[in-house]
């Protein structure tokens, strides 16, 4: 279980050590989705309940949603500012 928020935890760092590099940040937002993800699946195994599976499918999806727009708002990012660098 642990593992799930170690991952949680290094994509919390990723957001906050890196200031300059957007696609690292939306990286480490995604790093911290799957965290969650992993440390939901785990507690829903471990008391035998299929609700957390469910919301882990559904935050899957949000996080894939969220990958999408934010490579679209990089790509119009780059196409103003010519650099990704904030």
Known sequence: MEIGLIIIYLGLAGILL?????????????IMFYGINYY?????LL????????????ILTVAASESA???ALLM???KIFKNILL
């Open 18 to 30: 890196n200031k300059s590099n957007m696609i690292v940040s939306i990286i480490s937002i995604e």
């Open 40 to 44: 939901l699946m785990t507690i829903s």
């Open 47 to 58: 008391i035998q309940d299929i609700e957390g599976l469910i919301v882990s499918i559904f």
């Open 69 to 71: 727009v934010a490579l």
């Open 76 to 78: 119009v990012y780059f």
